[in-house]
């Protein structure tokens, strides 16, 4: 969703591709608990509501009521990189990305 809205411009996972072009990204068809928790956390949370999602504590499991199973976006993929300690990504991406497994990729879209 971050993406869809322009709150990201780069993917930061921990996955690598040799894939380059048009990636269509879709939401998932439930959010996990700990996703939904995500969402009401900083920095995530000021990211939806400057997208126009609004917390609402009616709907337990999507209090932002993101879209979910279709697809949100497509994006193109120019480049994938791993990341080291000379290009570590700006913000928002740093804080908004996933590095969970300590070895970060940084996939380039436009």
Known sequence: MLIA??????????WSS???GPLAIHAPKNLSL?????CGEAPFRAALE?????????FKRNP?????????A??????????DASKVPGEP?????DDTSGDMRDGRLK
């Open 5 to 14: 809205f322009g709150a990201e411009r780069i993917e930061t996972s921990s």
């Open 18 to 20: 040799n894939y380059r």
């Open 34 to 38: 700990g996703g939904t928790k995500l």
């Open 50 to 58: 400057a997208g126009g999602y609004q917390f609402c504590d009616a």
């Open 64 to 72: 932002f009521q993101l879209p979910l199973g279709v697809v949100v």
């Open 74 to 83: 497509v994006a193109t993929v120019v480049d994938v990189q791993r990341i």
């Open 93 to 97: 991406e740093r804080s908004l990305g």
